[in-house]
């Protein structure tokens, strides 16, 4: 069965304290895994998408990276406004829709 | 902004009733997909349309059905509803049938079964 799990559920940070989130995945034919950013009473917004192992990439203090079996999600020196809910995602076996996982809420206190 | 947009924001109901939410796409976008999210469930993939043909199903219930129309708005129609029906209801949008394509989602519908 596709599966995404998330850890840890809840993560608080000073501003500038570094951390990385995780996601590990079971698929069979990894197609894409997805990160993306859900700010309280919005919709999620896209961050990334990656296909293979050893793929990077970064926007701002963001930076994800993709192994055979998970995801991290690295925030460099964050700052409050990085605060959200962070939801990891796979493309399903057949390529027809998205399983997520329940997501990592960031919280960064100034 | 996403360029989604979905109404109700908030919809509030009884038990058994019947009610249908709406999401008009970006414009340019094709497919539609509709979420449900939970706290205990998180964010679950129900059905998507493109160009107004189902394209895929998720775990979409029988008292739920969709349909896009020929401007490519869509409604969610849910019915005989439960209390475990309340959930934030996202619709997103992609300009291409690929569930891999960006999907940009909406503000969303919170449906609250009283």
């Known amino acids: 069965e596709d599966q995404v799990t998330q850890s840890p559920e809840a993560l608080r940070l000073q501003e500038g304290e570094s951390s990385s989130l995780n996601c590990s995945y079971t698929?069979?034919?990894?197609?894409?895994l997805f990160w993306y950013r859900q700010d309280p009473g919005k919709g999620p917004e896209f961050l990334f998408t990656l296909y293979s192992a050893g793929e990077e990439k970064e926007k701002e203090r963001l930076k994800a990276t993709l192994t055979k079996k998970e995801s991290f999600l690295h925030i460099t020196a964050p700052k409050p406004e990085d605060s959200a809910t962070y939801l990891c995602a796979v493309l399903n076996q057949a390529g027809t829709a998205l399983i997520f996982g329940k997501g990592t809420t960031l919280s960064v206190s100034s | 902004d996403s360029g989604v947009t979905q109404t109700p924001k908030h919809l509030i109901t009884a038990t058994g009733q019947r009610v249908t939410l709406r999401c008009s796409p970006r414009?340019?976008?094709?497919?539609v997909y509709w979420y449900q999210q939970s706290l205990d469930q998180g964010l679950q993939f129900l059905i998507q349309?493109?160009?107004?043909?189902?394209?895929a199903k998720g775990n979409i219930l029988e008292r739920f059905s969709a349909q896009q129309f020929p401007d490519l708005h869509s409604e969610l129609n849910l019915s005989s509803l439960e209390l475990g029906d309340s959930a934030l209801y996202f619709c997103?949008?992609?300009?291409?049938?690929?569930?891999?394509?960006?999907?940009?989602f909406g503000p969303g519908t919170r449906l609250t079964v009283l």
């Open positions: 414009s340019g976008d094709l497919s």
């Open positions: 349309y493109y160009n107004g043909e189902e394209r």
């Open positions: 997103a949008s992609s300009v291409a049938g690929l569930a891999g394509n960006e999907q940009f």
């Open positions: 698929v069979s034919g990894l197609r894409g």
